[in-house]
């Protein structure tokens, strides 16, 4: 490959709360002595980001004045160059693009325009934790409606029973994952089409999280929620953002596309009203080096990566944890572990279970916060070699110690 995704990064000492956070609290808990932490737990990489981008920021920085901007030409063209390259968006202007500090505070602003305060708004589950405490914080109600594994173990849309929460709760907003944190899936076209039919049947306004769309796994592709029909594209907003494709969320910076001049200038309005929704200069550059040619090539290696992450797990968990059951994820890098049956099995609860791995060092996620009752959220975007190492662990320590 051309990139690097091999090279074992020390994050400690610099900023990163993937390591550094272990054991505070908040974070699963640091490894016993004599195992080194392989964090696996919040989304964020464990491989150098692309060149461009650091490169893109060292430039900048070293012109000597920080003062008021506003956003380049290039941030534009390059946001619509990326969305048409990748994801096949046509007509696309600048007008329609608007920043955000982050897809949760656009997500909020949206629902804002959307709904009153106390308003029910639909949600798949499991569900992204954020979600959660950002709509209750903010004075929304979530009606979930769960998701279902078909045949093949792929989950699915339950479209009767969306529609009957909809109606029953008088539903007039969803928060549309796509892809779907935490189970990975990349929704068919078919599916989005089926969805917002449903959506539009009944006028629920949709807000489209698809801060994930770049990172998806081969054999799969992306499907704009906008692009399924012209009442899409009029009746939701998408929040998108390079920060989960090349691991900028320390910088800050996510972006909408809004294409109803309407609901745009209303979202727009609502996202100014705290006076702290505002572009950094370096973040503007940091996603302009993303955006470049080598930023095309580098997602493209990034995802292959993650591909024979994924399947390295999945093909490890099959052979040799037994009663641990997953859905294999067709794009994110996260896996959402059901331990349901190897706790019965073993008479453990999924918190024996969880320490257990972080005593060895391997630093999952409680599933719970995501509505998953017996299940552990674990982070692949690592070397392969440390994938492979906190496999060996678990087996050695945890599954089948």
Known sequence: MKYDFTSIMDRHGMDAIAVDALGTGFAPGAPKEGFDAIPMWVADMNFPTCPTIPEAIIQRAREPHYGYFHPREEYFAGIIKWQETRNGVTGLTPECIGYENGVLGGVISALNVYCSKGDKV?????????????????????????????????????????????????????????????????????EVEKAMALFEKYDVKVISDEIWSDIILSGHKHVPTQSVSPWARQNTVAMYAPSKTFNLAGLIGSYHIIYNKALRDRVEKESSLSHY??????????L????????????????????????FACDYIAKHFEGVEVSKPQGTYMLFLDCTKWCEKHGKTIDEVQKAGWDVGVAWQDGRGFHGPC?????????????????????????NA
């Open 277 to 286: 929704n505002s572009m950094n200069v370096l973040s503007m550059h940091a």
């Open 122 to 190: 639909l949600l798949h589950s499991p569900t992204y934790v954020g979600f959660t405490g950002s709509l209750t914080n903010n004075g929304y109600a979530i009606v979930h409606s769960p998701l279902v594994k078909d045949e093949n173990g792929v989950w699915r849309m339950d479209f009767e029973d969306m529609e009957k929460k909809i109606v029953e709760n008088k539903i007039h907003a969803t928060v549309f994952c796509s892809p779907h944190n935490p189970c990975g899936r990349v929704w068919e076209r078919w």
């Open 288 to 311: 302009m080096g993303a955006y470049r040619s080598e930023g095309y090539e580098w997602v493209d290696e990034l995802c292959q990566t993650l591909t024979g992450n994924v399947d």
């Open 375 to 399: 299940h552990i959220r674990m982070n692949l975007a690592l070397p392969l070699s440390r994938v492979q190492e906190a496999f060996d662990r678990l087996d050695k320590y945890v599954f």
